[in-house]
């Protein structure tokens, strides 16, 4: 059995065991000169705590006690070499740190995968600049992958929950990045053609990270996944230049008598000024129409119809805000566009991006066809199957 316990100044791990004894840790440390239990923590003979008083309070007799963590301030640090890392881990005292903290399903150890994935010292919860939070820490570990899903998912879950914090790379971005590394070497060639190869490159990369990201959807909040959505907008849709996250509309029809004030996911600014509204909605499936046609008709689902409607009434309350919406908006936001630009509300339109659609039957996409054009004049109903689609169609004409 392992325990981890404080005691004055540092954290000690104590070892024990019935059916072993540990006859065998003494043998470890005599012939290799270190120690490890549960493939994660690995220490050597001048980490060991012979003051049997300062132990009494904890331990029995038959086990070995080893120096943890040493206390700086109100951190622990860990020394790199007993979990096996490139740097030393330090975490926040306010983590009640037991044997889980660091030892995942089938002994897989927990720092270490994370260290596989950043080149800079893993720091919880403390306000160092790169610090992982200790509630996002929790979180992780809440959810740390299974023995079946660690084959398949266990570097790209652990990627996402930290890229904000260890500027860590995904498989996606890193052939980005590899790519424009190999660019600078190249000489010679025409300026045109390096960047039309870099566009081509940097859709891909967008497609392939969409791609991943539609594949294990279920994963995200949908807070998450509009994170992430969002930084691929820009590159999609390149007449807007700014994406504005949250913006307050004022409603005052609802409530008669009171202003409401509203929250649309997205609002997204040309190079005019001019806005726009953006929901975005998690890609579930069968979202989108009815399974069995009525009258021969296959019909909108409540999903699809709630998020039109959902639009229809922000562009309504825009619309109706008018002149003073566009002062009060720019006033608001003037610090994430161009100098002088201002926000303009002129006929702003919606567009709606959820579901899939790659299962339709052939009349499902004819009725789905004709529902988005209906819309059409004020609300782009958009798939994550077309996202992909627009993705393939601009790479093909940049090659």
């Given amino acids: 059995m392992i325990s981890i316990f404080e005691k004055d100044d540092r954290l000690l791990l104590s070892y024990s065991s019935i059916d072993r004894g540990v006859a065998w840790v003494d043998?470890?440390?005599?012939?290799?000169?270190?120690?490890?239990?549960r493939r994660t923590?690995?220490?050597?003979?001048?980490?060991?705590?012979?003051?049997?008083?300062?132990?009494?309070?904890y331990e029995e007799d038959e086990s070995r006690v080893f120096i943890f963590a040493k206390i700086e301030?109100?951190?622990?640090?860990?020394?790199?070499?007993?979990?096996?890392?490139?740097?030393?881990?330090?975490?926040?005292?306010?983590?009640?740190?037991?044997?889980?903290?660091?030892?995942?399903?089938?002994?897989?150890?927990?720092?270490?995968?994370?260290?596989?994935?950043?080149?800079?010292?893993?720091?919880?919860?403390?306000?160092?600049?790169?610090?992982?939070p200790v509630s996002e820490f929790e979180e992780l570990l809440s959810n740390f992958p299974t023995s079946t899903e660690v084959?398949?998912?266990?570097?790209?879950?652990?990627?996402?929950?930290?890229?904000?914090?260890?500027?860590?790379?995904?498989d996606a971005e890193r052939k980005l990045e590899n790519y424009l590394r190999?660019?600078?070497?190249?000489?010679?060639?025409?300026?045109?053609?390096?960047?039309?190869?870099?566009?081509?490159?940097?859709?891909?990369?967008?497609?392939?990270s969409l791609e991943k990201m539609l594949l294990d959807f279920e994963s995200f909040s949908e807070d998450d996944w509009q994170k992430l959505i969002v930084e691929f907008l820009l590159l999609i849709f390149p007449q807007y230049i700014a994406v504005l996250n949250k913006v307050q509309i004022k409603d005052f029809y609802s409530n008669r008598g009171e202003i409401t004030n509203r929250?649309?996911?997205?609002?997204?600014?040309?190079?005019?000024?001019?806005?726009?509204?953006?929901?975005?909605?998690?890609?579930?499936?069968?979202?989108?129409?009815?399974?069995?046609?009525?009258?021969?008709?296959?019909?909108?689902k409540l999903e699809l119809t709630g998020?039109?409607?959902?639009?229809?009434?922000?562009?309504?309350?825009?619309?109706?805000?008018?002149?003073?919406?566009?002062?009060?908006?720019?006033?608001?936001?003037?610090?994430?566009?161009?100098?002088?630009?201002?926000?303009?509300?002129?006929k702003p339109?919606?567009?709606?991006?959820?579901?899939?659609?790659?299962?339709?039957l052939d009349d499902q996409r004819f009725d789905f066809e004709i529902i988005k054009r209906k819309y059409a004049n004020i609300v782009d109903i958009i798939t994550y199957d077309d996202l992909l689609r627009r993705l393939n169609n601009i790479i093909f004409m940049l090659q």
């Fill in 27 to 37: 043998e470890k440390l005599q012939l290799n000169g270190r120690v490890t239990f």
């Fill in 41 to 57: 923590f690995s220490f050597d003979s001048s980490m060991l705590v012979d003051d049997a008083d300062a132990l009494s309070e």
């Fill in 73 to 132: 301030g109100e951190d622990f640090r860990i020394d790199k070499e007993i979990l096996g890392l490139k740097y030393d881990l330090v975490l926040s005292n306010e983590i009640a740190i037991d044997v889980d903290t660091f030892v995942a399903y089938r002994e897989i150890s927990v720092f270490r995968r994370i260290d596989e994935l950043t080149d800079q010292p893993i720091v919880i919860g403390n306000d160092k600049d790169g610090a992982i």
């Fill in 151 to 170: 084959t398949h998912y266990a570097r790209a879950r652990i990627t996402r929950v930290l890229k904000d914090y260890l500027g860590t790379l995904s």
């Fill in 182 to 208: 190999r660019k600078k070497t190249i000489k010679a060639r025409s300026q045109v053609a390096s960047l039309k190869e870099y566009e081509i490159e940097k859709f891909r990369f967008v497609q392939e």
């Fill in 263 to 300: 929250y649309p996911d997205l609002t997204v600014v040309d190079a005019s000024g001019n806005i726009d509204i953006i929901e975005i909605k998690r890609p579930f499936p069968h979202c989108l129409l009815s399974s069995h046609k009525y009258r021969d008709n296959y019909a909108p």
């Fill in 307 to 346: 998020a039109v409607m959902q639009v229809e009434k922000y562009l309504f309350y825009l619309s109706k805000w008018g002149r003073e919406g566009e002062k009060q908006l720019t006033a608001k936001w003037k610090s994430e566009l161009p100098l002088e630009m201002e926000i303009k509300i002129t």
């Fill in 349 to 360: 339109k919606g567009m709606i991006i959820l579901g899939r659609d790659t299962d339709f």
